[in-house]
């Protein structure tokens, strides 16, 4: 057996006949569908998939088993099969019953299955199979199977493929490491030929790149790198949460619409591994994922975009705003909205800053996590990125270390974080605990931890170290005329201090004390530091760019006059 495994576990003949079918039906052409009544069935097939090394890809189990319950028997598989995709099987009506409603709500909070599914009520079912495909997505990117995954392959873990696996995560794209010594690294550099010098890109559709520069890897992508001469009616500077919400709302109603972005798409969003608190995700949905569905709306809408361009410069020239790029490009705008967002703040530890990418990572562990199995982990922060970070580790690695500052989780972390945390036998929460040291001879191999109220000094054996411990904003190539705080976020609205803004009228919530331009999402003094909020505002920043226009008494100069097409 060498394909995925689409297990089922139903005491309930009748209805474990409805699921097989539904699942043969659909998926046996790619997946073993393997259906069993019983947990003692399910647990040693599991056991020896996981010997001889069979994917398991989703886990289905109805709550009312013999000897043991469905939300046990899921718990029981992460260990095993931390990649597999777990839901418990509920009748229809059922979920807001007790007590499967409770096994929901107390399964899904403590991390013991990903969601739940409803039987099949008929053949075919799409309701039920939607769902399937759901779980089955989420498994092929994490398991590094989808199709459209990139191949990445160095000689070592840090330096230059370091930087190509931050650049393809800036960019949203799903994609895979491998040393060149490996058994899979040895075949990914065969097939790419002769003349092929180490880092190299492998792309799905064939295409080889050696050592590419960030502008080609754009490229590749199929994202444009170019922007038109022409005036836009808005232009936005970061591709987070808040940029592309006004890309979308501003291309949709009509303007014309360019996002820059020094990286990609998504921001500090895509190191998000799961989001479960985003309106309209019961599952949760990773920042990637988000940023991807997001990028896609709003380019349908008629937004372009220009990656891997980095902004230098803003001033005002007569009626418009000039943005200034690093290869000498200047881009006209009527309105500009600032979305840069932050950047997770440097430990300043040598030792440690020298192993970047080799153990040492700052952001979230979406990419790193599945070459962690059976590491010890160490993730230092205190915000709900942290705690993300930490849950998605603990699939994989032998332990997580979750290391606060503070006294509590509870003061920066969501609280349905924090129950899954204290439910999730192989992370440690170490409060009031900071690192200070670490050292590997080529990868990270320990660090040194200090108790705050004692002063004492552990050395503790760690494989890998994700850092989020707070935010800077990309904001110090900004010029004087845009007032920010003490800490660097742009102040707005009616945050300006006094004599900061130039003109009669009063400035718009979100404008900066330079007419014209806005911020929002976390680049903004007093943002809420979360991805609803920053898709909040770069709605809102729309609404205000059009209160703009027509305070100066302008048309937008809309989508066709920078050439867009009418549909794409």
């Known amino acids: 057996m060498d394909r995925p495994v689409l297990l089922a576990v139903d005491d309930d003949a009748q209805g474990l006949g409805a699921v097989e079918q539904e699942l043969d039906e659909r998926y046996g052409r790619h997946y073993d569908v393997v259906c069993v009544r019983s947990p003692e069935q399910a647990r040693q097939r599991l056991e020896e998939w996981a010997a001889d090394g069979v994917a398991v890809a989703v886990v289905l189990a109805a709550q009312s088993l013999p000897g043991t319950t469905g939300s046990q028997l899921l718990d ?75 191949h990445i392959v160095g000689e070592s873990w840090s330096g230059r493929a370091y930087e190509l696996r931050e650049a393809l995560q800036q960019c949203a ?32 559709n064939g295409a080889v790149l050696t050592n590419p520069t960030n502008a080609e890897i754009a ?30 709302y501003g291309a949709s109603e009509g303007l014309s619409t360019v996002v820059i972005d020094r990286g990609g798409i998504g921001g500090q969003a895509t190191s998000s591994s799961l989001i479960r608190n985003y309106l309209g995700f019961p599952r949760g949905v990773s920042g990637r994922q988000l940023a991807r569905e997001a990028y896609d709306q709003a380019w349908i809408f008629g937004a372009q975009f220009a990656f891997m361009q980095t902004v230098q410069g803003i001033e005002r020239d007569d009626d418009h705003v000039v943005v200034a790029l690093a290869d000498g ?45 059976g590491c010890d982990v160490f993730v230092v922060g205190g915000a709900n990125s942290a705690g993300q970070a930490a849950l998605h580790l603990a699939r994989y690695a032998r332990h997580v ?73 990309y904001t110090d190539w900004l010029p004087p005329d845009i007032r920010r705080d003490a800490q660097g976020f742009v102040l707005t609205g009616a945050d ?59 048309e937008p100069r809309g989508r066709a006059a920078v050439g867009h097409p009418t549909g794409r």
């Open 76 to 150: 029981e598989v992460r260990p095993l099969h931390p990649h597999a995709r777990r839901a418990l099987l509920v009748e229809w009506g059922d979920w807001g019953q007790n007590p499967t409603g409770e096994a929901i709500f107390d399964g899904v909070a403590h991390g013991r299955f990903d969601h739940y599914v409803l039987r099949p009520m008929g053949s075919p079912d799409e309701l039920f199979n939607q769902s399937i495909s759901g779980l089955l997505l989420d498994w092929a990117e994490a398991h590094r199977s989808a199709p459209y995954t990139v």
């Open 173 to 204: 794209i799903p994609h895979n490491f491998c040393l060149a010594d490996s058994a899979e690294g040895r075949a990914l550099v065969a097939a790419a030929g002769d003349g092929a010098h180490l880092p190299i890109m492998v792309f799905p």
């Open 219 to 248: 490229i590749a992508s199929g994202a444009p790198v170019t922007l038109t001469d022409e005036v836009f009616d808005l232009l936005i500077v970061g591709a987070g949460p808040a940029g592309l919400s006004a890309a979308v």
């Open 329 to 373: 490009d200047r881009v006209r705008a009527t309105a500009v909205l600032l979305a840069m967002g932050a950047r997770y703040r440097r430990l300043g530890v040598p030792a440690l800053e020298a192993l970047s990418g080799a153990g040492v990572f700052y952001g979230g562990p979406t990419s790193e996590a599945p070459a962690l199995a």
């Open 401 to 473: 270390t979750l290391v606060v500052r503070g006294d509590s989780l509870r003061s920066g972390m969501s609280e349905y974080l924090v129950g899954q945390i204290e439910a999730t036998d192989n992370i440690e929460v170490r409060v009031r605990t900071e690192v200070v040291g670490g050292d590997g001879v080529g990868r990270l191999e320990h660090l040194v931890v200090r108790d705050l109220p004692s002063g004492e000094e552990t050395t503790v054996d760690a494989q890998a170290l994700f850092l989020l411990i707070g935010a800077d904003p």
């Open 496 to 554: 300006l201090p006094p004599g900061a803004w130039p003109l009669e009228r009063s400035p718009f919530p979100l404008e900066t004390s330079m007419p014209g331009v806005f911020a929002g999402g976390d680049v903004r003094h007093g943002a809420v530091r979360r991805v609803a909020s920053a898709v909040g505002e770069g709605s809102i920043a729309v609404q205000l760019v059009h209160r703009l226009f027509a305070a100066e008494g302008r």
